[in-house]
């Protein structure tokens, strides 16, 4: 049957995949009401459409950090995905390339950094971990710079890993035939099977969680590569980002799989843009399934928003044809969606364009005076 949307990619992965790489993928913390929230809150979140304004040239480009891209969605940092399909990260790779956009590689991919670098050009931005022993972060952010990434997205959500209780009931593990390839070298790209999750364990015994904002001006003295903080929530933090020299932020909750019961990422966004003044830009990830979230997103004041569960799931179903359906799908419903709403170009794009939970009543008749 022919797939007419980014969300039917779920239910084939299902099929395909082995049930402890599914639900590793799929899965979010604890109740996982974080997780249905990042799609609630966007259905809540309702089009104010102009008319009649000339919708014949729809122009999607956008800058990152400089950087000129088709549209403004990105692919964020997704673990593992060779287990997905056998080309994995590669495959991801190539797809967000021929789609003219970014692709962010996980510091726990199956691929290195040199590896996805030889699959040809592209603008790509390595997630990063903070390791314990931080000679291993030194050299890892040194490669990714060698290999051509453009920027460093620090993930500041994970001190310890958020409980997805499947990969606790499944014993989640990376696949023996598989490793961490960035840290093959460095002896740290096996995931030994625990008592629960193989993969808590790992973050608990290498991941730093003394890490701080002192370490944000620590990694701008180890590289050049501007940094996008991943995992920011609040004005408060977004302020001091902005302090610390973040070159952006995106408001993530790493999918809902870290701490359960905050609020859903396009919740957030509006008191994050408020908070940065516009000195730094804003990213969105979490829950973005349809072109109407894309452009919801823009409209709170996103610069652009990043899929994580699309390309793993279309990935596991199709590879690399997979991943470029996906990103080809949500571009044409973007595009459908700026026609529909009368907006020519991103910055078109505006506050006025959507009407929030939140909004106090507009234009509303006003009660009528008693006599
Ligand atoms: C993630 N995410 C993630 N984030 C990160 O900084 N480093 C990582 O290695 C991973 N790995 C990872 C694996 C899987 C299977 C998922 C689903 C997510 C979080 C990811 O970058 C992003 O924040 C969310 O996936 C966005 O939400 P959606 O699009 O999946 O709803």
């Not at 030994?192 to 944000?216: F, P």
């Not at 419903?333 to 009543?361: Q, V």
Request: hydrophobic share 40%; charged share 25%.
């Amino acid at each position: 049957m022919e797939i007419t949307n980014v969300t039917e990619y779920d239910a084939i992965a299902k099929q395909k995949l082995p049930k402890m790489v599914y639900d590793y993928y799929a899965s979010g913390a604890e109740d996982q009401w974080t997780l249905q929230e990042n799609r609630n809150a966007f259905a809540r979140i309702l089009f104010r459409p102009r008319i009649l304004i000339d919708v014949s040239k729809i122009d999607m480009t956008t800058t990152v950090l400089g950087f000129k891209i088709s549209m403004p969605i990105m692919v964020a940092p997704t673990a593992m995905q060779k287990m997905a399909h056998p080309d994995g990260e590669y495959a991801t790779a190539r797809a967000a390339s021929a789609a003219g956009t970014i692709m962010t590689l996980s510091s726990w991919a199956t691929s290195s950094v040199e590896e996805v670098a030889s699959t040809g050009p592209g603008i790509r931005f390595f997630q990063l971990y903070v390791y314990k022993n931080r000679n291993v972060v030194e050299q890892l952010v040194r490669r990714a710079e060698r290999a051509g990434f453009k920027a460093i997205a620090l993930t500041v959500d994970t001190p310890r890993l958020g409980r997805r209780e499947s990969d606790i009931k499944n014993r989640f593990t990376l696949p023996p035939n598989l490793t961490l390839k960035n840290f093959e070298g460095l002896d740290l790209g096996k995931m030994d099977e625990a008592a629960d999750s193989g993969l808590a364990s790992y973050v608990a015994g290498q991941i730093d969680r003394t890490l701080s904002w002192k370490d944000v001006q620590w990694l701008q003295t180890i590289t050049k590569l501007p940094i996008l903080v991943k995992g920011v929530l609040t004005g408060e933090d977004a302020r001091i980002a902005v302090q610390a020299g973040a070159a952006g932020i995106i408001v993530s909750n790493h999918g809902a799989r870290q701490l359960d019961y905050v609020p859903a990422t396009i919740s957030a966004l509006e008191e994050v843009v408020k908070a940065t003044q516009g000195r730094i830009p804003v990213f969105l990830d979490g829950g973005v399934r349809r072109g109407t979230d894309v452009f919801k997103a823009l409209a709170l004041g996103a610069s652009g928003i990043f899929i994580g569960r699309p390309v793993v799931f279309s990935l596991a179903a199709e590879g690399e044809a997979g991943v470029r359906k996906v990103l080809q799908m949500l571009r044409d419903e973007f595009e459908l969606t700026m026609a529909l709403s009368g907006c020519r170009s991103l910055k078109e794009i505006s506050r006025n364009h959507i009407t929030t939970e939140w909004d106090t009543p507009r234009d509303s008749p006003r009660p009528l005076a008693r006599l």
